[in-house]
């Protein structure tokens, strides 16, 4: 891969749990990301899958440093964003912009379109007072709304409607690096096209790199170039983006793939479904060795000794966390 | 006859923004044991479709203008309120869209159970405690003997849906109507969800009605799928028939918009605009708006659903008139 634009390393995001009113005591952590290594070029689309619970969004929250990471380093650039503090650290905020899932909790419902996307232009940017309608017109243009509904607040808009609003607001600031969290998971099918067709005509168009977080399979491979699928806070496999939802190679992943219902009646009569057993295990208590094993059907008492480390089989590109994966795969 | 006959049924709630058309005019019919998936956008009426059904809707501002729907002999939009607490949870059971919610966090496992049993007077306390158990065994609850006498937060999402599922066919009904049941769950959570209601239907003969906005999820489940449009059926027929044949307009733009039926980076479809305002009537078809093919007959006459054969039903004129081409 050429340079790396983001570089995460080793990162953990550890909470502890309290117990006690007065004296509050230390019981217990949940290791909600828990040692993920990850590396995007500049324009690139990753996308990050997994079940819920699994520290996908705790992972994005920490790369922007809305959650302070317990271990490891976030590059961004020439940057090390884990390093920042207070001042710098917003200052540093322009480059990089999250996405939330949730159009109707997102949006300040007391402010405008145009106060909301005016307030985040003039963050970063110096913009005369008398630009700025034209400079929140343009932005919301470019996301596929009009500007003369620029007056209206976010209840007068649809749910997809008021995903753009948020989009634009991410763009306002002209980042580099977008972390999309679920952005298309509250919508329906018919909005969600729109919004995808938007994201991915902005990533092109803009050079962004962004991470998009989803725990649908179908959806993510249709957008990002790479996927990392993450299971109680560890990345298990990554890949290109058609290589590992066409050929999964990871227990867990192909248990998501084949999980994953497709509008294709024969198809889905005629393929056989890997059914996991259970719920995915806390990660207030998580499993030894392979934090999978208690699910997983090919399990051996070594699964339970040691975290795997990545092999590849024939890509390079394409590497999974199993102990099993060469002869799970021959 | 079939098991469950719904001709013409309307729904509107007469709210203070205006009069919700939110079903007009549906009818379908349920054979017995059979699947029927009902699937559409949110607000395209599918759940209350439902719930009007079994008497589930708030009265006012929710009216039943007008319709039927005929289960076995008995209307039950006209029938008493016993004659319809007698069928509901009974001979009709329903499970809904989010388990964290829809049980009582007050009551034990048990006592939530055997509760349809004791009402509709099919079993005394200990054999319905046993019959029960035997459920809540048979849902794939491991040691059901000890969860049984615990609360509702003790057990996960998807456990707890194994729970309602458990409880709706305890009474061993007919007809299972299943409002999202897997749209809270995790996929891996909702592949064993799915596969239980499939395993439960085989054993007991239940009909299954699937109420959904997944696609996949209909497509390898039912037998036969109700398309859901404005508040009213646009096309119905066999699975198959309805991902391989589709007919109508807005079942196409559908299937053209999701990502999984669609190459890797390709532009997705997209239906310009929104879905209707129900509030406000339409005189032709609903879906007019934001249809490519819509012609002026479309604004000003509203579609029937006529058979276009293969058991094949579509609402869309220019489909009927056999001038549109998919």
């Known amino acids: ?330 | 006859m079939p098991l469950l006959d719904v001709n013409d049924l309307t729904t509107y709630f007469h709210t203070r923004n205006g009069v919700v058309r939110a079903v007009d005019g549906v009818s379908f019919q349920l054979e017995k044991g059979e699947t029927l998936g009902i699937v559409g956008e949110s607000g395209s009426g599918k759940s209350v479709t439902c719930m009007s059904m079994l008497g589930l809707i708030p009265q006012p501002p929710g009216r039943i203008e007008r319709g039927t729907a005929h289960f076995d002999g008995t209307d039950l939009l006209h029938c008493t309120r016993k004659e319809l607490q007698s069928i509901r949870g009974r001979r009709v059971a329903m499970i809904f869209q989010d388990p964290m919610t829809s049980l009582n966090p007050y009551l034990r496992i048990e006592d939530q159970l055997i509760e349809p049993l004791l009402i509709h007077g099919l079993a005394d306390k200990v054999s319905a405690k046993k019959q029960a158990l035997a459920m809540l065994d048979a849902v794939g609850i491991q040691d059901a003997a000890s969860r049984i006498r615990g609360y509702p937060h003790e057990f996960s999402g998807g456990m707890r849906q194994r729970v309602m599922i458990a409880m709706a066919l305890i009474t061993k009904p007919d007809v299972l109507i299943a409002d999202e049941p897997t749209t809270a769950l995790d996929v891996t959570v909702q592949a064993q969800i799915l596969e239980l209601i499939k395993k439960e239907q085989q054993e007991l003969g239940t009909a299954v009605i699937l109420i959904t906005h997944d696609l996949g999820v209909v497509s390898g489940f039912c037998d036969r799928i109700n398309v859901m449009y404005g508040g009213k059926i646009v096309e119905s027929g066999p699975t198959k028939e309805i991902f391989y044949n589709p007919q109508h307009p807005y079942n196409r733009a559908l299937q053209n918009s999701i990502p999984a039926l669609q190459a890797k980076g390709k532009e997705l479809y997209t239906i310009p605009g929104m879905p209707p305002d129900m509030s406000k009537p339409s005189a032709g078809c609903s879906f007019a708006p934001r249809c490519e093919h819509a012609t002026d007959l479309c604004t000003s006459e509203p579609p029937e659903l006529q058979d276009i054969g293969q058991a094949h039903t579509t609402a869309c004129l220019r489909v009927q008139r056999e001038n549109l081409k998919p």
């Open chain 1, 1 to 330: 891969m050429s340079d790396p634009y983001l570089q995460i390393n080793n990162l953990k995001t550890h909470f502890p749990v309290e117990k006690g009113i007065l004296f509050r005591k230390v019981t217990g952590t949940v290791k909600a990301v828990d040692g993920v290594s990850l590396s995007l070029a500049k324009g690139e689309v990753l996308g990050l899958v997994g079940e819920s619970g699994c520290g996908k969004s705790t992972l994005g929250r920490t790369v922007l440093q809305l959650i302070k990471p317990t271990e490891g380093t976030v590059t961004l650039g020439s940057r090390t964003l884990t390093d920042l503090d207070g001042k710098e650290l917003r200052s540093a905020r322009a480059d990089f912009q999250m996405i939330f899932q949730d159009p109707y909790a997102s949006l300040n419902p007391r402010m405008t379109v145009y106060s909301m996307l005016a307030e985040a232009i003039q963050v970063h940017r110096k913009v005369p007072k008398a630009d700025l309608a034209g400079a929140v017109g343009a932005l919301m243009e470019k996301v596929g709304l009009a500007a003369r509904f620029m007056r209206k607040y976010p209840h007068e808009f649809s749910g997809g409607q008021r995903q753009r609003i948020a989009i634009a607001r991410a763009l306002a600031v002209e980042p580099k690096l977008i972390i999309a969290d679920e952005p298309v998971s509250a919508l329906d099918v018919s909005i969600q096209a729109q919004i995808l067709n938007l994201l991915s005509d902005l990533t092109r168009e803009m050079e962004l790199t962004m991470i998009f977080i989803s725990h649908d399979l179908s959806v993510v491979k249709h957008i990002s170039d790479r996927i990392a699928v993450m299971y109680l806070g560890r990345i298990v496999e990554i890949g290109p983006a058609t290589e590992v939802f066409e050929h999964p190679q990871h227990p867990y992943t192909k248990a998501l793939c084949s999980a994953v219902p497709m509008p294709d009646p024969d198809s889905e009569r005629t393929r056989k479904r890997i059914l996991l057993p259970g719920d995915p295990p806390s990660p207030l208590n998580p499993p030894s060795g392979c934090t999978f094993h208690p699910r997983c059907p090919h399990a051996e008492e070594r699964c339970q000794a040691a975290w795997p480390s990545f092999e590849s089989l024939k890509n390079d590109a394409h590497q999974a966390a199993c102990v099993r994966l060469a002869e799970l795969n021959q």
